[in-house]
């Protein structure tokens, strides 16, 4: 028999073991919850009249449709893919209704998200059946599909009645909350669970971590990737209604302005993978609330907008790397 020696551990690998590497790993799954949580505290603690509720209010206001359109968007990029049309699609939600409102409030809302859903088909049969690159058709329909929303309305802003449903969903509130908050928080919900419990969230994930895999196991590849187009389309002409409730106003040349960036920041910083195969909803929603927050510290503490539009790469970059050692440890 020989004698078996076993090579001392180093003492640096000793102290990062157990504790450091936990707590290393538990900070890069919850930063964007951390972030949030910190932010939120320096606000309540260093902003004057923040901790109001007419700030509250005002920020779930906002973050409301931003929320939305990052749900679209992680579904996108959790199977590989990304949409870019999602800003273009809010203006030309916005500027439908603006068409449609002599028909009755009702049927200016279902003629909106017809709009977007249409949009979104458009973009999904070009994923699928034609195979172009989400990247390309993204971008066509980024140009397209704004310059459709501002020769519908000739690029003129049009106001919203004072009254009625769509001047309530602009202003309401249930118990202090934002009617719109309450509708992207129970839509963000909806799909959170349809993602873990059912197989359309199964078949998304495997879409996105092995397409090869996914075809020769005969999943429903190509419909469940149409499906999540249009569902990214719909909640972006959701969205839409929701800014131009607000503002009270339809307006294609301002509704969704570079909100694509925006999704696209809240799904990175969420956690998803630009490389697809993973989906957190929690996640974007909270990166969502997050960057909202970031724009109404920054106006609340009179500091340039420009600096926020900053920050909000830095995080992006951050994020990325994080998700990129994240890869490499594994």
Known sequence: MTAQTQAPVPAAARETRPGTAQALAWSRRNTVYVALAALMAFNLIATSGFANVWTIQNLLF????????????????????????VGSVMALASAVIAQYLGYGEPAALLAAVA?????????????TFLRINPLI??????????????????????????????SWLGTAS????????????????????????TAFGRYALFAGSNRTAAFLAGTPRLSTLMTIYILSAVLAGIAGVMVSDRIGA???????????????AAVVIGGTPLAGGKISIPGAVAAAVFLQLIDTTFVMHD?????????????IVAALYLQRSAKESR
């Open 62 to 85: 906002t973050a409301a449709p931003i929320i939305l359109i990052a749900v679209g968007q992680t579904l996108a990029i959790g199977t590989g893919g990304i949409d870019l049309s």
């Open 174 to 197: 249930v118990a202090g909350i934002p009617v719109v908050a309450l509708a992207a928080g129970g839509i963000a919900v909806a799909v959170a669970v349809a993602i873990r419990r």
């Open 115 to 127: 709009a977007a859903g249409l949009i979104g088909a458009i973009n999904g049969s070009l994923i």
């Open 303 to 315: 500091l340039n907008f420009a600096f926020a539009q900053i920050l909000k790469a830095i995080l």
């Open 250 to 264: 339809s307006d294609p040349s301002f509704i969704g302005v570079n909100f694509e960036l925006t999704a696209i």
């Open 137 to 166: 058709t993204g971008l066509g329909l980024l140009v397209a599909v704004r310059g459709l929303a501002q020769a519908l309305t000739g690029g003129a802003r049009s106001d919203l009645p004072f009254e009625g449903f769509f």
